[in-house]
C-alpha cells in the first residue's frame, strides 16, 4: 500500500525558495512514477511535475523553477522550488503511480494530502 505524506510547505516571500518533500510510509516509491500537482484557489488541480523511469517532465508554467529528484536511500521524492512568485501560491499534493511516459496523463491512483505553499510580502 502506497501512504504519501508531504511536508516543506510554508510561508515564503516573492523570491524565496522551498524543498517539497513527499514520503511514503509504506511501498518502496522506487519503481511507482511520482508526479507534483498543485491546486490554487478557485484553479483546477494542475499537473506541474513527474519522475518516472528516470525521465523527468515539467510544466511550462514551472520549468526553469522548479527541480524533481528521487532519494532512494530515503524512499523520498522532492520538489525543490525557486523564485517564488504570489501567483504559486497553493495547495501541493504529490501521487504515485505505475511507471509512465510522464507528462501524458495526470490521474495518478495514489495521493497525499498535499501541503500549502503561500507567497506573500
Known amino acids: 500500500q502506497v501512504q504519501l505524506v508531504e511536508s516543506g510547505g510554508g510561508l515564503v516571500q516573492p523570491g524565496g525558495s522551498l524543498r517539497l518533500s513527499c514520503v511514503s510510509s509504506?511501498?518502496?516509491?522506487?519503481?511507482?512514477?511520482i508526479g507534483w500537482f498543485r491546486q490554487a484557489p478557485g484553479k483546477e488541480r494542475e499537473g506541474i511535475s513527474c519522475?518516472?523511469?528516470?525521465?523527468?517532465y515539467y510544466a511550462d508554467s514551472v520549468k526553469g523553477r522548479f527541480t524533481i529528484s528521487r532519494d532512494k536511500a530515503k524512499n523520498t521524492v522532492y520538489l525543490q522550488i525557486n523564485r517564488l512568485q504570489p501567483e504559486d501560491t497553493a495547495v501541493y499534493s504529490c501521487?504515485?503511480?505505475?511507471?509512465?511516459?510522464?507528462?501524458?496523463?495526470?490521474?495518478?491512483?495514489?495521493w497525499g494530502q498535499g501541503t500549502q505553499v503561500t507567497v506573500s510580502s
Open positions: 509504506g511501498s518502496t516509491l522506487d519503481y511507482y512514477a
Open positions: 501521487a504515485a503511480d505505475t511507471p509512465l511516459k510522464c507528462g501524458s496523463r495526470w490521474n495518478f491512483i495514489h
Open positions: 519522475i518516472s523511469d528516470g525521465s523527468t
